[in-house]
């Protein structure tokens, strides 16, 4: 019938998707790193990095969706040729195992250590990829269905907790000295780098719809996770103050904390809500095993659909046992310059393209 | 097969097919030497009708050789009548409670419909109970069901498609949906899907349900069945497609959604305001019942953190004595609760009702005087029993009691994530369901389709005047069902 | 080759399944208490609650550990049962542990375990912890410091609440802390006064009035009542509005904190406004106050958070004057103000 069957997403559920796969994760890493650069000042890098990638985002999608013909597996191959295609494709298919791979390993090793100590880790990550392994099966509308019902239910109990602890801010902390400032700039930087998730994207771009549209949903979604963000990382500056956040391996979750729920029902809020992280992580891992999966389909044809989706898990396993191993997560904080790297590849094929339609 | 031109054949044939089965009758007459022979089911004809209709115009009011033709025509005085050539369209008939009247040298049978099945009127719903709204329900009586339904509709648009299911059962389907409101692709659909059913029998429309879904192994209805013949109206109005099982009290209605499950008659007939809140508190209800016992196990085993300082040291000391697990104490409960639920079911209704009190007090207090389950438990098990019943589909309450137990033991297994994960499960699952190509969730995914609109009739039921479209069922053109002139509005 | 997967994983999972602990085997533990030995190891003393099915909970038990480390990740039982520190509610730091610098130690280590809850009271005993620990367990259940916070908004006139999350906040962000102390005879317990750190070590005490003074300081008095003698009668006031402002000067090449704390208070007893009360009130809060401060500044412990204030707000001064004892010579001005509701 018209709206099911047809391995489409909507340009609302394509929103959502991004939101409720990308909102947990670069919560849980993201402002680290930041706080430790910039300091008290950390939101402002991450809404000037936020909203930079969000507004490349924008241009990219569209220039995308301008030369799309079919999905985008098929337009990267028509576009760049056999073997260039094959390679761009390829680098994708590592770049999405990998990042979803070594989110995967944070998940896990949040789990073991916030929310259920008798879970190994190993087993925690065992579970979530066992969790993708169904959903991704069920094709990318079940990705999306899910993401749209997980979005609103996330920014709801999000936007909950920030109006409940926003009083409790202490905005004196929040005010940047003035030596603090290339701080907060080489800090925008590494918030833009860790939100260029580029790889996963595109790939998900409907083709039939608006590209104006569909590109402004890339650019909306990526604004909500923006303001989210920087409202978060103040919330927990603020609460904990600059020193205790840098040691607190995860500020954002572990603020949800500190902040008093009027005649709470529940002690220790923060492993309750955490519950949207893991549910955050479990639609990422799902999305990364389903765009694995496709690209695996598009270049061995005629590959049964379990046996890509279980290929695509074993990867996504690999990495992420690769990360667990090493303890800490030094290198795993490296990719995000790989992230950045990954706007390159993504506009390969759009260029190529639209030089081909001018001559 | 042919009927033959002899009489003698046809009844030789007829005779040995049906040999051994005591309940049809065969009758020989004449009508002015003509030989006739008159086959009939005992007990499903109505006797009047043969013997008024048929029997006494042909042997009194006979005065030529009629032909079997003329007498369709001009003796038989029954409404309908057609004329067949085959055994098998013979046999058919009679099985159906039809009258076949055979003529001597002519190869016509005629088939007269005399069909008077034993009925037991029209009952009052009993799982779909409502305070306020028509009391009527459907009956086994296929043919009365449509009745029931075509009262609602008086509208030429309204088709009735009758065909015939079950190799061996024959079971009578209707079809019926509004020409200009349901999509063509979901009649033909569901007409092909059954149609292309190759079974003995059809016995029940929960039987039928069960062949013609999508997903047969999940465990969440994705049909709806109900016993209202005004739900089954609407859902017509809204441009859902009603198949009546003949033999059966209960209507299919397709595509089903989750949102439908949480819909009750009466939201429509009372006002708005109290049936919003009564939708929210289902939906509520839906998650208590089924996350409740899991959320017990995970907190009180392995995050007692979470639980206020002074209900977990209740919890501890009346665990205290407990010899079991929190697992085998929750199972304990449950299953005692699906037991007596179970029980509470083949009792005769006077007792049903004590047995229950009865049943609930004495296995909650004595068990937690025996110090076999803590008093939490008997509560967490209550409530999450109680919710289920506040919903008011009993199939989707079934499935809910089976995703249940999925949540008890993963959350047994592996604590709050172990529970966070059984829920994200059962959302993958329910979010890659669909009925009848409209997604399983639907409007909570998927409702920028619609425009967001069938959001009025979900978690909240807006003011009737406010639902003016109909919902993603009908057809593109046909979204708007009420209309209001604006003078009208204004004036309020 | 589907079903074998699913089924090959699923039993997978469920093999690795891993059991928790009942609630009913858990030992709750309310209150935990740090203590010095000679030796250096941690003397631990835990109050704690024991589920059983009579009572709805007894709480006549401690238990006294030795340790090398402060938190007791190890394991901790009493035959088969858990300590559990998933309901602690207080943190006691006994005086040896005090004066031999163990503060942070203990208390990061606290904040750094996933089971103990960032609400949990810091408290500073008087002597020992175990000590306390054992009256403490001995008045009933072994709740009373957490019902004293929960109930006794009267009683809290010369004591604050402290959290672990404010206590770590505030030992990363300034030299000095004042921890409420608690002090305990053979019957009675007694939270007044507090003892004062510097570079996480044990430098002095307030007594009650010192302690308010340096509540008030911190702008944290509202709720609390202050009582003076005003026409040869005595009237308590409550106070509904403590607010305290800083700012920063440099004069003569001193550098200056001036204080503006101001109250808004209402008679307590409902009879009308004694004329002059304010001012009675100010002198008395102001002497409190001072002895506060001075006291702070004489044992060099920035327990106000002085110098992280003036960080934020002027980074040039606090760089120009920089130095070991920079909270000690500063001058401190207080200028206190209070008015009827």
């Known amino acids: 019938m018209n709206f099911s069957c047809n391995n489409k997403i909507s340009n609302n559920q394509l929103s959502a998707v991004i939101i409720a796969a990308f909102l947990g994760c670069t919560a849980v890493s993201a402002p680290l790193g930041i706080i430790e650069t910039a300091g008290g000042g950390a939101y402002i890098s991450v809404f000037l990095g936020g909203f930079a990638a969000s507004v490349f985002f924008y241009l990219l999608a569209w220039l995308t969706g301008k030369t799309l013909t079919d999905s985008y597996e098929n337009t990267v191959r028509q576009n760049l040729g056999k073997w260039l295609g094959f390679i761009v494709l390829a680098v994708i298919f590592v770049y999405v195992s990998v990042y979803g791979g070594f989110q995967l390993a944070i998940t896990a090793r949040m789990v073991h250590f916030t929310m259920e100590k008798s879970v190994s880790s190993l087993f925690a990550a065992l579970l979530i990829v066992f969790v993708a392994f169904y959903t991704a099966l069920r094709g990318r509308e079940c990705v999306g269905r899910i993401s749209e019902t997980a979005a609103v239910i996330m920014l709801l109990f999000i936007v909950f907790i920030f109006v409940i602890s926003a009083p409790s801010m202490d905005l004196t902390t929040l005010k940047p000295t003035p030596d603090e400032w290339r701080g907060i700039l080489e800090g925008a930087v590494m918030s833009f780098c860790s939100l260029s998730v580029a790889g996963y994207v595109f790939i998900m771009l409907p083709n039939n719809q608006s590209i104006k549209r569909t590109a402004f949903s890339v650019f909306l979604a990526f604004l909500v996770i923006t303001v989210v963000l920087s409202f978060g990382t103040a919330l927990a500056v603020s609460c904990f103050g600059v020193e205790e956040s840098k040691r607190k391996l995860w500020p954002v979750i572990q603020m949800m904390n500190y902040t008093e729920f009027p005649g709470s029902l529940v002690e220790r809020q923060e492993v309750l809500m955490s519950g949207f992280y893991v549910f955050s992580s479990f639609i990422l891992t799902a999305l990364s095993v389903h765009i694995t999966s496709e690209i695996l389909e598009s270049i061995f044809k005629r590959i049964n659909r379990v046996f890509s989706v279980l290929t695509a898990c074993a990867v996504l396993l690999f990495f992420c046992l690769t990360a667990l191993s090493q303890g800490g997560f030094d290198a795993v904080y490296g990719i995000y310059g790989f992230n950045a790297a990954m706007y390159g590849v993504m506009l390969l094929a759009p260029a190529v393209s639209l030089i081909r339609r001018k001559r | ?492 | ?341």
């Open chain 3, 1 to 341: 080759m589907k079903r074998l997967i699913a089924l090959i994983t699923v039993l997978s999972l469920l093999i690795t399944g891993c059991g928790g602990n009942e609630i009913e085997g858990r030992n709750f533990v309310s209150v935990a208490g740090y203590d010095t030995e000679t030796n250096g190891e941690y003397k631990i003393s835990l109050c704690f609650i024991e589920p059983n099915g009579k009572d709805m909970y007894s709480a006549d038990k401690t238990e006294v550990i030795s340790s090398t480390a402060s938190v007791t990740d190890k394991v901790l039982s009493s035959g088969k049962r858990q300590m559990y520190f998933g309901h602690l509610k207080a943190v006691l730091i006994g005086q040896s542990a005090a004066e031999n610098g163990r503060l942070k130690e203990i208390l990061f280590d606290l904040s750094s375990n996933n089971d103990i809850s960032m609400d949990t009271v810091v408290l500073c005993a008087k002597n020992s912890a175990s000590a306390i620990i054992s009256t403490v367990s001995n008045s009933g259940d072994g709740l009373y410091i957490w019902d004293f916070y929960k109930n006794n908004k009267d009683r809290m006139y010369s004591t604050q609440k402290l959290t672990l999350a404010e206590a770590v906040k505030k030992l990363d962000t300034q030299n000095g802390l004042v921890i409420p102390a608690i002090n305990a005879d053979d019957e009675n317990i007694e939270i007044t006064g507090g003892i004062i750190f510097s570079d996480g070590k044990r430098k002095g005490e307030f007594d009650s009035n010192q302690m308010q003074g340096f509540i008030y300081v911190s702008g944290e008095g509202k709720g609390r009542n202050e009582t003076i003698n005003i026409n040869s009668e005595s009237v308590p006031f409550n106070i509904e509005k403590n607010v305290s402002k800083v700012e920063f000067a440099e004069e003569n090449g001193v550098l200056k904190a001036a204080y503006d704390i101001s109250f808004k208070v209402k008679r307590a007893d409902g009879f009308d406004y004694p004329q002059g009360a304010s001012e009675v009130l100010a002198g008395q809060i102001k002497e409190k106050c001072l002895s506060a401060v001075e006291k702070l500044q004489y044992l060099n412990s920035d327990a106000l958070g002085i110098l992280y204030e003036l960080k934020r707000k002027d980074n040039a001064l606090y760089n120009k004057f920089y130095s070991e004892n920079m909270f000690k010579d500063m001058v401190i001005n207080l200028n206190i103000e209070v008015s009827e509701k």
């Open chain 2, 1 to 492: 097969m042919e009927l033959y031109k002899e009489l003698n054949k046809n009844k030789e044939y007829i005779k040995n097919t049906l040999y051994g089965s005591d309940d049809i009758v065969f009758k020989e007459f004449e009508n002015n030497g003509t030989k006739c022979f008159l086959i009939y089911a005992d007990n499903i004809v109505r006797g009047t009708t043969i013997e008024d209709g048929i029997l006494t115009n042909i042997m009194v009011r006979g005065e030529k050789n009629f032909d079997a033709f003329q007498m369709q025509n001009n003796l038989i005085s029954v409404g309908e009548t057609k004329l067949v050539q085959s055994f098998e369209e013979v046999l058919d008939a009679v099985l159906l409670g039809d009258t076949a009247l055979l003529v001597e040298n002519d190869n016509n049978a005629i088939i007269i419909s005399t069909k008077g099945w034993p009925s037991r009127g029209i009952p009052e719903a009993k799982t779909e109970i409502v305070v306020q709204g028509p009391k009527d329900a459907f009956t086994e009586l296929g043919s009365m069901n449509t009745v029931l339904i075509r009262r609602r509709i008086r509208d030429t648009a309204l088709k009735v498609r009758r065909f015939k299911c079950g190799r061996r059962s024959k079971t009578d389907i209707a079809v019926m949906y509004l020409k200009d409101v349901a999509k063509d692709e979901l009649v033909e659909n569901v007409i092909s899907q059954i149609k292309s059913l190759n079974v003995d029998c059809i016995l029940d429309s929960g039987y039928l349900e069960q062949l013609i879904e999508k997903r047969y192994s999940s465990p969440f209805p994705q049909l709806q069945l109900t016993e209202r013949p005004d739900k089954a109206a609407s859902a017509i109005y809204e441009g859902r497609v009603a198949v009546v099982v003949d033999n059966s009290p209960f209507v299919i209605l397709v595509p089903a959604t989750l949102n439908i499950f949480f819909q009750s008659a009466e939201d429509y007939y009372e006002r708005w305001e109290i049936m919003s809140f009564m939708r929210i508190l289902r939906f509520f209800a839906a998650v208590l019942s089924v996350t409740l016992p899991g959320l017990y196990i995970a907190l009180t085993v392995y995050r007692p953190d979470l639980i206020p300082t002074s209900l977990a040291l209740k919890i501890a000391s009346g665990r205290a004595y407990v010899p079991f697990p929190a697992i085998a104490e929750v199972l304990i409960m449950e299953t005692a609760f699906e037991l007596l639920r179970e029980a509470g079911v083949r009792l005769p209704s006077p007792v049903s009702s004590a047995f229950g009190i009865v049943g609930g007090i004495v296995i909650g207090s004595a068990a937690v005087e025996a110090g076999i389950v803590g008093p939490v438990v008997v509560i967490i098990a209550a409530l999450s029993g109680i919710c289920s019943f506040a919903l008011p589909n009993p199939a989707f309450v079934s499935a809910l009691r089976i995703v249940k137990y999925l949540i008890i033991f993963m959350s047994a297994f592996w604590g709050l994530f172990g529970f966070y994960t059984s829920v994200f499960l059962v959302l993958a699952h329910l979010s890659s369901l669909e009925s009848y190509g409209v997604p399983y969730l639907y409007p909570f995914c998927g409702g920028s389709v619609n425009n967001y609109t069938d959001f009025k009739d979900s978690i909240l039921r807006v003011p009737l005047r406010k639902m003016r479209k109909r919902p993603i069922f009908a057809k593109a053109g046909q979204k708007i069902r009420m209309l209001f002139k604006k003078k009208e509005e204004g004036g309020k």
